[in-house]
């Protein structure tokens, strides 16, 4: 035809790629008709589809090929599908309702069958080493008081104090409505602890100091400081604004403290979280993490309890943030001589946050 100076036969362009995506325009445009047959259909409206599905196919497959290698796979899964969805925020809420086949389930353990079994342990424990502990001193008094006679009065009744003491520290748990899921041991000898409760209860946790995520002017409005604010009542709120006074606005990952009145912690310590996107955020965090646990050293805290720093309004991926902290705690503990703490309890309210915590705790057994 070009010879005999005809018009060259211009080549057909599928609807796809003249819209630029790689997905099927046309099938959508059908799926649409036979869907919705009732309603008029736009031409834009199959190539609108066709680019939703296809970005939303991209980035699962990528959330996907990452949890791959992280568990050093190189093949994706129905399961790594599953856990690029459950990982992600917005995935998650957007394909709530689905059901991956072959995708297995997230690791989820209801509070009330972990806390019969090892609530009732730990009373049974409790309550057999109490009457061993009362028979032993009673026995071992007039056993002293022979011994007395011979200038031992003032070191052995010391030491048993000393002893008491720190046994009843240890052997206390978090208190009724907190389960510990997992627990690791840190370079120095420290427990770490993933506990599951209600954030209405955080107020009730027997330690020492308890971590309030908050911003610049320590308000209590959302989260942790509005049940904070609850279980401390007026008192607590009013030691919080003569600290809010005193101390002023908070810099990005600075830490204040503050007595901790009404609740069974003796301190609060409040850390102004980064915003994720800003400039050095991940930097911050860890830079907060480090910071709280100073704040709990200077006080000589032996117990404290760190809720899910960048909770909600700070907009932290769950995962990049778990890791994130523990990094930070295990790096503190690492590059310190000594330490007060003894018990770390990572405190977390939904089975999302419980899933990646168990599965970055995991890794870091692993390394």
């Given at each position: ?50 680019a ?30 599953k ?58 008094k ?18 048993t ?6 046994n009843?520290t ?63 009542g ?17 810099e ?58 960048p ?26 001589t ?8 990572f ?21």
């Amino acid at each position: 035809m070009s010879a005999r100076g005809g018009k060259k036969k211009a080549t057909k362009l599928s609807r796809s790629a003249r819209a630029g995506v790689i997905f099927p325009v046309g099938r959508m445009m059908r799926y649409l008709r036979t869907g919705t047959h009732k309603y008029r259909i736009g031409m834009g409206a199959p190539v609108y589809m066709a680019a939703v599905i296809e970005y939303l196919a991209a980035e699962i497959l990528e959330l996907a090929g990452n949890a791959a290698r992280d568990n050093k796979k190189g093949r994706i899964t129905p399961r790594h599908i599953k856990l690029a969805v459950a990982n992600d925020e917005e995935l998650n809420q957007l394909l709530r309702g689905v059901t991956i086949s072959n995708g297995g389930v997230l690791p989820r353990i209801h509070p009330e069958l972990l806390s019969k079994k090892r609530g009732s342990r730990v009373k049974v424990d409790n309550q057999a080493s109490v009457p061993e502990k009362e028979e032993r001193s009673k026995n071992k008094k007039p056993n002293k008081t022979f011994k007395k006679v011979k200038g031992k009065r003032g070191r052995k009744p010391k030491s048993t104090d000393n002893e008491s003491v720190p046994n009843s520290t240890v052997e206390d748990g978090p208190g009724d409505g907190f389960t510990i899921l997992s627990a690791k041991s840190l370079f120095l000898g420290q427990k770490l602890s993933l506990t599951e409760s209600e954030i209405s209860k955080i107020g009730t946790i027997k330690v020492e100091g308890i971590i309030n995520p908050t911003n610049a002017e320590m308000d209590l409005k959302d989260g942790v400081g509005n049940a904070l604010e609850k279980a401390g009542g007026r008192e607590f709120l009013e030691g919080v604004k003569e600290l809010r006074k005193a101390q002023g606005p908070l810099e990005v990952a600075s830490v204040a403290v503050s007595q901790a009145s009404g609740m069974a912690a003796r301190f609060i310590i409040h850390c102004n979280v980064p915003q994720w996107g800003s400039e050095k955020c991940e930097d911050q965090l860890e830079k907060t993490v480090k910071n709280c646990l100073s704040a709990a050293e200077e006080k000589k805290l032996k117990s404290v309890a760190f809720p899910s720093l960048p909770a909600g309004r700070n907009g932290f991926p769950k995962q990049t943030a778990a890791q994130l902290i523990l990094k930070a705690i295990s790096n503190h503990f690492v590059s310190s001589t000594s330490s007060s703490l003894k018990n770390i309890y990572f405190v977390l309210f939904d089975s999302e946050s419980i899933g990646i915590y168990l599965q970055e705790m995991a890794k870091l057994d692993a390394k």
